[in-house]
């Protein structure tokens, strides 16, 4: 059954260390293309992702090799490096990608990932566990502001969309969400939405 009828995550490659560190490439159908995103595990359960695109070709796989604390990763005719102490994801021309760290303690937040937006305050974005909220809290949780995006763009996704926040990025100046085929850039300050539109097809 083609990949537009049906929601599954494609493994494109993976990688498993003996230090317990697990890193594995996935592709998903979303809107008019595919996400692909990357996973880092490590042995304490503590988790990071990194889109590489939101609306990307179909890939048939991707290769992962580990040197030293740096895991390079080629998929969709590109490389990546991964270093494994900054948690920071490079091209090979060097522009960043953010990484998202995914919430840990399931059982004790709303949280399903995170990602820190100012170091000097802890203050981080999170998406709840139904990938419909985006929140800003300070370090000690506490809300700063919060945002249904669902509410507010669900009606113009399309209709193969499962209406959910699929990835979330910061560069320190807006916090960047994908929901279905729509971009969504967030003033990290108030909440407040500072551009939208649809992401282009290939």
Known sequence: MPDIF?????VL??????????????????GDGYLTLF?????SGQSWHSGFD???????SATLEKTNDTVIIRVLHQSFFYNLNAHT???????????????V??????????????????????VNKDRRVLAVKDKSGNLVWTNDLIATFGSNLPMFSDEKIESLESDGVEIDVNVGNRFICIDP??????????????
């Open 6 to 10: 049906i929601d599954r995550v494609i």
């Open 13 to 30: 490659g993976q990688l498993k260390t003996s230090d317990g560190d697990s890193f594995r490439v996935t592709q998903r159908f979303i």
């Open 39 to 43: 996973d880092h595990t490590n042995q």
């Open 54 to 60: 939101g609306d990307a070709y179909k890939a048939w």
């Open 89 to 103: 994801m490079t091209e090979a021309k060097g522009r960043r990608h953010g990484v998202t760290e995914k919430a």
């Open 105 to 126: 303690a399931l059982t004790n937040t709303t949280d399903l990932f995170r990602v820190v937006i100012d170091a000097g305050s802890g203050k981080y974005a999170a």
């Open 189 to 202: 300050q108030n909440g407040k939405i500072t551009r939208t539109g649809i992401r282009s097809s290939r």
